[in-house]
């Protein structure tokens, strides 16, 4: 009935990205080890790619894999192993009493109530096409960089000074103490 | 025809979910980062397929900029694990206690 209503590859490649997802997104809670945790988000945001492939959005899937899988990810596993966590929580030890049933019942009641909203209502109701047209393939890259160095330029420059911002936080954060010393040795 | 919008909604709904739930439940500091990442990317999802419902190319660029924000957000989250792992040899978010009265 489905495959009927809708092209087989579509279906296909909906039930291939939401697989990836969700496997990968239980894996990241369910699993023990960070470093199998990280691999697990992996398996997440490459499925995430594969549903911004089916749905035009070309240049995000690239930079979804470039930036999320190839750098964030690898930022992570940069941490766990310069820490040597792993292998240490105890995933079934329950410091709030009822903590697990209270965050499920949280969790059910919010996914439930967006699905059910999503169900009763028509929540696309905006008018189309303010800003672009999409256009599949080269063209999206093409008008996503319109878009984003015309429509979005102060934000694009203001996540220029947020990104140096954060790589000097994050070294004034990670650095050694003493730093005057090691300069002395060096 | 590509499969309904529907469909990924709900799909980033049930991301959204899993990561909120382990956010709730895990206790390392270095597993709450990557449930929020998940979060994240269940946002981003449901950006992506209204841009494609609504055809506008807003929705997409929003996602280019959550992406740059999330790895602010991890470099400087991930810098505070190092130095607080430094002081207690741990990333349990349970033992981060002192102001507790």
């Not at chain 1, 945001?45 to 594969?50: D, F, R």
């Not at chain 1, 000074?161 to 002395?184: F, M, T």
Request: hydrophobic share 60%; aromatic share 8%; charged share 10%.
């Amino acid at each position: 009935m489905i495959a009927a209503a809708y092209t087989t590859p579509s279906v296909l490649v909906f039930a291939t990205s939401a697989l990836l997802i969700l496997v990968g997104a239980i894996g990241v809670i369910a699993v023990k080890n960070p470093v199998h945790a990280a691999l697990c988000l992996i398996m997440t945001l490459i499925g995430v790619a594969v549903a911004f492939v089916a749905q035009s959005a070309d240049f995000l899937a690239a930079v979804q894999i470039i930036v999320y899988a190839g750098a964030i990810v690898v930022l992570f596993l940069f941490v766990i192993m310069f820490l040597g966590v792993d292998r240490r929580e105890h995933i079934h030890f329950e410091p709030l009493v009822g903590q697990r049933a209270f965050a499920a019942v949280g969790v059910a009641i919010t996914v439930g109530g967006l699905i059910a909203l999503m169900a009763k209502s028509h929540w696309v109701s905006g008018a189309t096409s303010v800003t672009t047209k999409l256009s599949a393939g080269s063209g999206n890259v093409h008008e996503l960089g319109t878009a984003v160095f015309t429509t979005y330029l102060f934000a694009f420059e203001a996540t220029a000074a947020l990104l140096i911002i954060a790589v000097v936080g994050a070294v004034l954060l990670a650095r050694r103490e003493r730093p005057i010393q090691s300069e002395k040795e060096a | 025809m590509n499969v309904p919008a529907a469909w990924y909604l709900v799909l980033a709904a049930g991301l959204f979910g899993i990561g909120a739930f382990g956010l709730l439940t895990r206790r390392s500091a270095l597993i709450m980062f990557m449930c929020i990442e998940l979060m994240l990317n269940a946002v981003n999802l449901t950006f992506v397929t209204f841009s494609r419902t609504l055809n506008d190319i807003s929705g997409q660029a929003i996602v280019f900029f959550v992406m740059v924000v999330a790895a602010a957000e991890v470099t400087v989250g991930l810098g505070i694990v190092v130095s607080v792992f430094r002081r207690r040899s741990s990333t349990s978010v349970d033992e981060l206690s002192e102001l507790k009265g």
